[in-house]
Antibody, heavy 116, light 105 residues
């Protein structure tokens, strides 16, 4: 079965940094693009960042560009999201998502809270 | 970016009834439209892709239709587990964008 397990969430002060990780299993990781999608409390879904299967191409939402960096390690079946200069509006559950053109598998998410 | 607009925001229906949810794109997405279901406290789950193809394990009471800019998700004979929030998502262009969701209560 496809499994995506996120980790690394927590409480961080405004301006701080945090690194999220996603461990994938149950499929051939290296052939899929992967994404981070977030959901602020009580709100809808927002694309954050994506990376193609080889890690050569990345895409970011305007709201996180120049602050967040997505990366992947195909030898370890993991993706990461390095988040810096965090703002209160970055508070959300962050989901790791597999893309098969559409977003077909989602992790359970990890909560990031940005607050002083 | 392509803006996805869902209506209504909330849909009140009774078990056994039919629910019809709408999704409109600000420009054509061809047939590259997916529907996701999110139950309280859970991650989103893919229901339908390519406008009308049900994902693995999705019951036949869920059906999708439309093309271009207008899409519909129909749930026939609502069951208790279907009360949730439903999102449409386009994957025809970057960035991938979602509707704001329809809550079926």
């Amino acid at each position: 079965d496809v499994q995506l397990v996120e980790s690394g969430g927590g409480l961080v002060q405004p301006g701080g940094s945090l690194r999220l990780s996603c461990s994938a299993s149950g499929f051939t990781f290296k052939i899929y693009s992967m994404y981070w999608v977030r959901q602020a409390p009580g709100k809808g879904l927002e694309f954050v960042a994506g990376i193609n299967n080889k890690g050569e191409n990345t895409e970011y939402a305007d709201s996180v560009k120049d602050r967040f960096t997505i990366s992947r390690d195909n030898s370890k079946n993991t993706i990461s999201l390095q988040m810096s200069s965090l703002r209160p509006e970055d508070t959300a559950v962050y989901f790791c998502v597999r893309e098969n053109w559409y977003f077909d598998y989602w992790g359970q998410g990890t909560l990031v809270t940005v607050s002083s | 970016e392509i803006v996805m607009t869902q209506s209504p925001a909330t849909l009140s229906v009774s078990p056994g009834e039919r629910a019809t949810l709408s999704c409109r794109a600000s420009q054509s997405v061809a047939s590259k439209l997916a529907w996701l279901q999110q139950r309280p406290g859970q991650a989103p789950r893919l229901l339908i892709y390519a406008t009308s193809t049900r994902a693995t394990g999705v019951p036949a009471r869920f059906s999708g239709s439309g093309s271009g800019t207008e899409f519909t998700l129909t749930i026939s004979g609502l069951q208790s587990e279907d009360f949730a929030v439903y999102y449409c998502q386009q994957y025809n262009d970057w960035p991938r964008t979602f509707g704001q969701g329809t809550k079926v209560e």
